[in-house]
């Protein structure tokens, strides 16, 4: 990010879920760079001075250093993109901006000049395996899946021989319970992660969705999100839940769009490029905390969709190329769950798997017109590795400790 961003004389946005670690971070970068300040839209006192005159908030450096200036949540201030390009293009000291937000910020723009140019965004998502066993490097995407299809069972423990296999696994384990935000996965309390929980949901929709949106219904998005759950990697039926929430179509579209732009949920949509009978319009839905997921198998779904979304948007904010997640399922309903797509071309398939180690045919059904080469086989039984070629495919059966702890 500063090597991209400030480096080129770029503001910075940073913007994520709700509690994933965005302010701490910015607070880190302050700390490093020895100079500079951090302001919150929350605070009176902030809001008063940036209303009256922004230029005083910029500190100036010391030694010659340039400082920070981070800017949290200042998206919830009505014309905050034209006050903040002024700032940026009067400034006569030399200063970095970062600005932070718990949600997408370009959807507060309500008109007026756009940044565009100016600054360089990033998404900061809660924290994966890969994070946790700290591994120094997982930019390349190609070392990667060198990594993964060049390993053995017996020397996979080589690329990090800092954990044992045991470790790794409580590791996972404790993701797979808590989820990725840091109070309730490094709390490790049960009890305090089921109040965390209900506290940061009644966040976001008392707090954010109605800075967000003004809309009144809020009781009614409550239930739209219990409802949830339980529809996490099936294809996502709005019919279904216009019924049950008794209200319009547009209505709950306009709503789970909401939820998205907050990042309460994610969508994945089919890939259906060069493939005739691929479904075209459904998508599926998952959310950026799996641990609400009561069901084992939607869990773990979950869990394997937040770390491959997270690659792909880290592969492509640091400019490794265009990244997407899509999914794939034909009208013979044979469907394989993930699908990364490097630069608008299919690059790598992912299944999930709870226990069974045995191959899934359903890849092939797409491997020929899409020209895939790699696609993993994520089993959450621990201990299973198994490396084959088959149709020209390089197929990799493995633990999701295993092929999860190299990715970002």
């Known amino acids: 990010m500063k090597r991209l961003a400030f480096d080129y004389s770029k503001m910075v946005f940073i913007s994520g879920p709700r509690q994933c670690g965005k302010t701490t971070f910015a607070k880190q970068v302050l700390k490093e760079r020895g100079a500079g300040q951090y302001y919150n839209w929350d605070d009176r006192e902030f809001r008063r001075k940036w209303v009256a005159r922004p230029k005083d908030l910029v500190p100036k450096g010391n030694d010659g250093t340039t400082p920070v200036v981070v800017f ?21 000291q030399s200063c970095q901006f970062m600005v932070t937000g718990s949600a997408r910020l370009d959807v507060y723009k309500k008109g007026g000049d ?3 140019g100016r600054y360089l965004g990033f998404r900061l998502h809660p924290f994966s395996l890969g994070e946790l066993t700290q591994l120094e490097s997982r930019e390349d995407p190609e070392e990667i899946i060198r990594q993964l299809f060049e390993s053995s069972a017996e020397t996979a423990p080589e690329v ?49 969705l109605r800075d967000l949106s003004r809309i009144p219904e809020l009781s009614q998005i409550e239930m739209l999100v219990a409802l949830l759950p339980e529809r996490v990697g099936g294809l996502m039926s709005v019919q279904s839940l216009r019924e049950d929430l008794e209200v319009a179509h547009d209505t709950v579209s306009r709503w789970l769009n909401y939820l998205k732009e907050l990042y309460y949920l994610f969508e994945l949509r089919p890939y259906s490029k060069s493939l005739v009978r691929s479904l075209k319009k ?28 997270k690659a792909c948007h880290f ?8 990244f997407d997640l899509n ?14 797509v490097k630069n608008q071309k299919p690059w790598m398939t992912v299944e999930c798997k709870l226990s069974d180690t045995q191959m899934d045919p359903s890849i092939f059904a797409f491997s020929n017109p899409l020209n895939l080469k790699w696609h993993i086989q994520i089993v959450r039984t621990p201990g299973i590795f198994r490396r084959f070629q088959k149709e020209g495919v390089e197929i990799l059966i493995a633990s999701a400790s295993h092929v999860l702890r190299l990715f970002p």
């Not at 470790?167 to 404790?174: A, H, K, P, V």
């Not at 084992?296 to 937040?306: D, I, T």
């Not at 999914?327 to 990364?340: A, G, M, P, Q, S």
């Open 72 to 92: 949290d949540e200042i998206h919830k201030a009505k014309g905050w993109k034209s006050d903040l390009k002024g700032l940026y293009d009067t400034l006569e």
């Open 114 to 116: 756009s940044l565009l």
């Open 160 to 208: 990090m021989p800092e954990l044992i296999e045991e470790e790794l696994e409580d590791r996972f384990s404790r993701l797979w319970k808590f989820g990725g935000f840091p109070e309730p996965l490094f709390r490790g309390s049960e009890e305090f992660a089921n109040a965390w929980r209900r506290t940061r949901v009644e966040q976001i929709i008392r707090e954010d």
């Open 282 to 309: 459904e998508s599926k839905i998952y959310f950026y905390d799996w641990s609400e997921i009561d069901s084992p198998g939607s869990r773990f779904e979950n869990l394997v969709a937040c770390h491959l979304l």
């Open 315 to 322: 592969w492509t904010d640091i400019g490794k190329g265009k």
């Open 327 to 340: 999914y794939l399922r034909n009208k013979e309903k044979r469907e394989v769950d993930f699908l990364i």
